[in-house]
C-alpha cells in the first residue's frame, strides 16, 4: 500500500482525499491545512474520517478552540507518507517542496504551481511514462487536463496537428465569495495559457486560444477546432469519445441542455457534493469544418484533475509501468466508464 | 410499515424517495413519473434502487427505448401504497387525487397545488394535530415551511403578534433553464403569498411583506421583523434557535458569508446533492429594533420541505398522535441535529 | 426626402427611429406600436418627439387611458411612407408584409423573421448591390451582422475561405424579464444559424460554428478562426480592422477588459442609452493559428444593426447605387469612424 | 456664477460633473483625474467638453501618450475653484482636504470618506439648514441618500418613530471587473451602515436593518418597515411620494418589474448613461403591518447623490438659506419632476 498525504484541503485537496481513500492500492494517512477552515469544519462534523494535520504551528489555538483534533504537524505527515499530493494555494507548493525534499519524499503539485517546481509536467493519458519514477510531478490545471484528454483521444486515433480553441470559462467555483464577475463577460490576452500548457505536453500540436471568462459556477466550456492529420468524419470521432473511459458523451436532446444540467445530474446521481471525474462532450456540438473537425467539451473544474492526480501517483512510485494498466486501475477504483 | 409512494420525481420527488428510504418505519415502494427525464436516467444509471412506475400510458415505448425498467403503472403503485406524496408540477395533483379518491388512499400535496386539494394546509411543527387522520394534506411551499420553523420557534416561547417579512428569493433551481433571470432583481406584489399562508397556519399573527427574485439558485433569504408579546432580546432568540432540531445558526465569522456557503458546506459534508434539510440563521443578522426582533433566514429551497411532508405522513397515518414524539422520530431518521 | 416609418417600437425599433431621424436624405414619419409600453411611455415622457401611430384598433383605448396622443393607425402611417422599417416580434412581419404590398411599398425587416419574407437577405458591406431597388429586404440578426462585418474586412484583403466561429451569446438584453439564465451556460445544436446565414450572403465562404448562451446582457463576444487564401498576420488584420469605419479596435491593456468595459465607455462618451454601433475587436485577442487567423469580437447586440438598416433604406430607394457612397453617408450620419 | 471644480472623474465624479454643468447658477471650472481612465479617454473622444486637470504630475506622459490635453494641475483648480467636489476612491479625499485647506477652499466629500473629515454630515432634504456656510460637508452614501430621502417624506407628514429596512444591495456598477459575485447572495452584520448613518441625520428616529448583497448592477432595493407617530394608510403614503419632486412612484402593472426596468426605462427616455436621479416606489409594494407602513425603494447608485451633492454647494456657499428654495433650484435644473 503506498502511503499518501493530501497537504491543503481547500476544493481540490478534499476530492483528492476522497480519490485516495477509493484507491484500493493506496492509503491516505492523513490531510493537512492551516486553519480551521468551513471544510474543516465539516470533516469534524463528518466525524474526522480522514486524519487531520495542522500546517502552522502558531494556529494550533485555533484548532483547539473549534474542537477540532489534530493528529499532528504537518512535518510529521510529510514523514508519514511515501507521496504527498500538494493542493494548497498558488505559490504555497514551492515552499513545502523544501520540506518533502527534507525528507526525501516525493510529491504531485496542482497546476497553479509554476511548471519549473516539477521534473515533469504531467497528463495520466498523454505522457504517463515520462512521470515514471520522478520525484516531483506536476499536474496541469483543470481545463489543459480536460482538453488534453479530448485531444489526445483523437491525437491516437488520427494525429491532431493544430488546434484553435475558446475557453469560456467559469469564474469562481460554488461558495467561492473571494471572486467573482457580475453580467460581464472579461477576456484574456490570447494565446491562453492552456494551448501553450498543451504544447509541452504534446510538442507536436501547434495550439492557440482565446478565453473568455463568463459569470458562472459549473463548469467550463471549451470548443475545440482540430486540425487532423488524417480527416475524421463525425461519427467516427463520436465514436471513439464514446470508447473514452473518462469522457462522457451526451444529447442536448436528452435534457444536457448546458454545463449546469451536467451539475444536475451528477447531483441526481447522488455522487457526493455531485461531482463529476468525466468531461462531457455533446453530440450535437461535433461538426466538420472543412477537412477539420470541432466540438464542445464541458470541464468539471472542481473534480476533473482527481482521475489524473491518481495516475501521477502511480507513475511516480511506479506502481504500475503501463501506461493503460495505470489509467484502468485509477478508473475502476473511482467507477468510471461503470455506466458505458 | 406504511407503504410510500412518491409521484413525480423531480427535484422535490427525488428528495421526497430519499426521505421516505431513510425512514425506519416506512417502506418506499416506488416512484412515478410521466417520461425518461434526467433525473429518470440518473436512477437508471444508479442503478434503480427505487421501483419505478409509469405514470403516462403512451409514453412507455420512451421509457423501453432508454432502457428503463418498469415496474408498472402509475395506478398500480396507487394501489400497493397506503400513502401518495404527490410531487408533481402544479395543477397535475388535483388531477391525481381523484385517482387516489378512487383507491380511497390517503396523499400529500406539495406547495404549488391549490390549498384547497386538501383537507388541512399542514406544517410539522406548526399544525402536527390538524393533520392527524386526515386523508389529504397539503404541506406549505419551502419559503414558507421554513419561515414558520423560526416564527413557531419565538411564538411557542414569547409570543408572536406580527410580522414584516422580506424574501430574497432564488429565480430557479440549480440545472433549471426553463426559467431564469440575468443581472435583474424582480418585485412581486405585496403582501407575498408566504405571509398570506402563514397566517393560515398561525391565524393568531398579523403577517405581511415583500418578495424580490434574485438571480440566483442556492436559497432563499428571508429578513424577518418580528413583533413579540414579551420583548426577547438577541441572546435568548439565538439560544432558542440553537435548540432547534431543523434550524442550524451559523456566523459570518466562521466563513458561512451567505447561502453559496451553506450549499458548499452540505457539500462538503458529503450530503447526496449537497443537500440540507435545516434552515440556517446568522448569528450577526439578529438585531433589536424598538422591542422588536429581526433576524435572518436562509431556506435551502430544493430539500427544506422534506423533514415536514415525512411529518405528514406520520400525522395522516397517525403514526404518532403527539407532534413531539413524530418530530423526533422525522428528525432521528434524516439525521438532523446530530451535530448540535 | 424618403419618408421612412418605423412598425415597432422595441429595442431594435426605438434606436431604428433614433437612425432614420440622423440621416438627413431621410424624414421619419412616425413610429407604430399595440400599445402604450414602457417604451411609448418613455416617448410620451420626452415629449413625443415621434409621431405614434397605433397598430391595433383594439388598444386605442389603453393609449387614450395613458394620456399618450396618436397620429392614426399603422395602415395610415404605412399609407404616408416610402419605406418601412418592420422591427415587430418574430413572425408578425410576415402579417405586416400583406399591408405593406396592398399600398406597394417598400419594407425592411429585422433578423427574426424567416427569410423567404424577403427578396434579398441584405448586409450594407457585403452585398448591397443586391439590394439596389428591391422590395423587400431582410437584415441579417445581430451576431450575423457584426460577424460579416470583420470578415467581410478580411475577405476583400486577403480572400476567406473557411470560418470556424465560436458565439459567447447573451441571453437577454438589460431590462428582460420575459427571458434569462442563472448561474448555466446553454448549448445550442451545431452549426448555430449565423454561420448558416454568413453562407447564404457569402457563399464562398465555409462557415460553421457553436453557439453558447451565457447569463450577461451586455453584448455577444465572438470568436473567429478564419482560414484565408493569402496568409495575413496580426499586424496586418490590426491594419484592416483599425481602417474600418464600422469595427473599433480596443486593448485590454487600455481598460477594455471586457463587453461590459465596451458598454460603460458607450455610456461615459454619453451617447443615448449607452449605444454603440460599432463592433469592437480586441487587439490582443489576435493571433495566428498556423496559416489561420484567430480573433474576438463585441456585438453590441442592441444598436449593431441601425447602420446596415440605413444602408438597406438606401438600397432599396436607390438612393446611392454606389455601394461605398452608400456606407459612407450613413457612416456620416450616424457619426461612425468620426473619432479615428 | 460660483465656481465649482469635480475631483475624481469616476462614475460620482463624471455625473457630478455632468450636474455642475446643468446648474445655471455655477460654473464648471475643470474636472482632475490621476491617469487617462477609460472615462478620461471617453472624455477626449467627446472633444473635451471639461477642462481636465491632472493629479498626479508623475503621470503627464501617460497624458502625453494618449494625446489628452491637460489645462493644468489639480492645486491649480484647486486655486481657481470656489467649492471642490471630491469624488476619489474612499480615503484619498482625507489627503486632498490639506489642500483645500492650504486654498481656503471648500469641499463636499462623498459618502466613502469617514465622517470626521467633513464639519457636518449632509442631506439636502433632511438637514440643508446644517450646511449653511459650512466648509467641509460630506454627502451620506448612495443607499443612505435614497432612504433618507423617502423616510424624510414620511417623517415631515405624520413623524417617524424607528425603521426596520432589508437592503438589497447591487454589488458592483455595470462595467465593473475588480470586484464582482457569481451565483451567491452575501451577509453583512447587522445593522447595517446605512441604518447608523440616517440616526446620525435624524437622531430622532431608531434604525436598524439587514444588508443582502445581490449579484445585479442595476441599482439597490431596500424595503422599509416604519413605525409612524400617526398610523398612515397606504393611499396617504402613495399621495405623499408621488408629490415628491425627487420620487417616482411606478407600478410592477405598468411594467415596472424590477430594477432593470427603469434602469431601461432611463435609457428610453434617452438619458445619458441611462442615468436616473430619482428613487423609485413600487405602488405595489406598499402594505400596512399593522400600524406600520412597509414598502419598497429602488436606488440608482450610480447618480442618485447628484441633486444632494447639488444642494451641498448650495448650502456650503450660501446661495440659499432657505431649504425649500435650494432644493427647487436643484430640481429644476435637472429637470426632475418636470414629468410629473
Redesign the interface.
Known sequence: MVKVGVVGYGVIG?RLADGVALQEDMQLVGVADVAP???I???K??GMPYNLYNALADNQKLFDDAGIPVSGTLEELVDECDILLDATSAGVGAKNRKLYEKYGRKAVFQGGEKNDIADVFFHGYANYEKGLGKQFLKLTSCNTTGLIRAVDCLDRAVGV??I?I?I?RR???????H?????????????NHQAVDLMTIMPHI?A???L????????H?I?I?A?TKKKIEKQDALRLFKEHQRIRVVR?A????????L???A????N???DMYEIAI?D???????D?I???VNIPQEAVVIPETMDAVRAAMEMQTDRLEALSLTNKYLGMGR?K
Do not use: C
Open positions: 478534499q477552515t468551513l471544510s469544519k465539516a470533516l462534523e463528518r496537428e493544430k484553435a475558446t469560456i469564474v469562481a467555483d460554488p461558495g467561492d465569495y471572486r467573482g464577475l457580475t453580467n460581464a463577460l472579461q477576456m484574456d490576452k490570447a494565446p501547434d492557440t486560444g482565446i473568455v471568462h463568463t459569470p458562472v459556477t459549473h463548469g466550456i470548443t477546432v486540425t442536448i436528452d435534457g444536457f441542455l448546458g454545463n449546469a444540467s451539475f444536475r445530474y447531483r441526481d446521481l447522488g457526493p457534493r455531485g455533446w450535437e456540438s461535433i461538426v466538420n469544418s472543412g477539420d470541432m466540438f464542445a455506466w
